[in-house]
């Protein structure tokens, strides 16, 4: 399995930015560069939320409704290195975000997490 480690969260006021990273590492038995990757959240009190995916060459992303035309979704297979641009962020984004192996992952295919909390 993939070790995924999330970076990146703080404090942020409404309207800001913020740049989510997540490094894969470990000894998979397949190549980070082979994997779909997900990016969820989970708000406190709530379940998880699927935020966005990404196809393993890069090309292709998919959004929550509720995230598209303010996030984008990168990855750079070389460096195993997945991100997460966040703007025009809103209260209701603040949350727990997860680098995920799949869209619902559970407590072994995601990393520890990196908070996100959106407040002025």
């Not at 959240?41 to 292709?60: D, Y």
């Not at 869209?103 to 908070?115: A, F, I, V």
Request: charged content about 20%; overall charge neutral; some cysteine.
């Amino acid at each position: 399995e993939l070790q995924l480690v999330e970076s990146g969260g703080g404090l942020v006021q409404p309207g800001g930015s913020l740049r989510l990273s997540c490094a894969a590492s470990g000894a998979s038995r397949f190549p980070f560069r082979i994997y779909f990757m997900h990016w969820v959240r989970q708000a406190p009190g709530k379940g998880l939320e699927w935020v966005s995916s990404i196809s393993p060459e890069g090309g292709t992303t998919d959004y929550a409704d509720s995230v598209k035309g303010r996030f984008t979704m990168s990855r750079d297979n070389a460096k195993n290195m997945l991100y997460l641009q966040m703007n025009s962020l809103k209260t209701e984004d603040t949350a727990l975000y997860y680098c995920a192996t799949s869209r619902l992952p559970t407590e072994t295919d995601r990393g520890q997490g990196t908070q996100v909390t959106v407040s002025s």
